[in-house]
Structure formats: C-alpha cells, structure tokens
C-alpha cells in the first residue's frame, strides 16, 4: 500500500487526541455549523431525539428578508443532510427551519431537502 509509507506508530505516552486536544476540537466543530454567509446550524443531540434549529445569524442578506430567509433554508437543507450522513444520525430528527410565507418557498426548500436526504444510501 501507498499509504503505509506515510504512516509513523506513536509511542508516547499521553493519548494522541489529549495531546492535540482533538476531542474538544471535534465538540466545538460539531456543537454548531456556521455556514459561509454567517448562517447557523444549532444541531442538538439527546438520547432520545436530535433537534436542528436553523437561524440566519444576524445575516440579513443584500435582499429582501423573505430572500434570506429562503436562500437559508435552502442551503440549511443542503447541510443537514449532509450532517445527518456526517454524524450517522437516526431515529426522532426535528428540524426547526426559518418560519417562510411563501407557499412555493416553502414546497421548494421541503423539496431541496427531500432530494438532499435521498442521497442517503440508509434511508
């Protein structure tokens, strides 16, 4: 393998993910997802249930508000898909996307995800 070459064992005695405080890095990375317009994912995990809140994060947009809104939970579809997937969640999932009164918006961003989430090769 061309891979092998690459590799060193570690012998040291103090665990790697302590050493380079992996583990708090990886639960700051997924205890949110800020998108790169300044959106947010809250992605709150319980025993029983998986809670995702989808907020704007103060981004406005150069638009209308009703714009934002939509383009946010387009791209929230998009993410928490992929999150999903990510995080091999299951189970009870509760999305909270950004309330819309726009009917085709509405249909359309439920759309988006529907077509995101069937690229789950499990669901």
Do not use: C
Not at 72 to 86: M, V
């Amino acid at each position: 393998m061309r891979v092998a070459g690459k590799l060193t064992h570690y012998t040291g005695e103090r665990p790697l993910f302590d050493l380079y405080s992996i583990d708090a890095e990886i639960e700051r990375r997924w205890a949110t997802r800020r998108s790169e317009v300044g959106r947010l994912l809250i992605i709150d995990q319980t025993e029983a249930m998986t809670t995702i809140d989808v907020n704007t994060g103060g981004y406005v947009g150069t638009r209308n508000f009703d714009d934002t809104i939509y383009k946010t939970n387009l791209e929230a579809s998009q993410a928490i898909a992929r999150q999903l997937r990510l995080r091999n969640l299951g189970g009870i999932i509760i999305v909270d996307f950004i309330d819309m009164m726009n009917v085709e918006h509405r249909d359309a961003v439920l759309a988006e995800f529907k077509k995101a989430l069937a690229r789950d090769r499990t669901g």
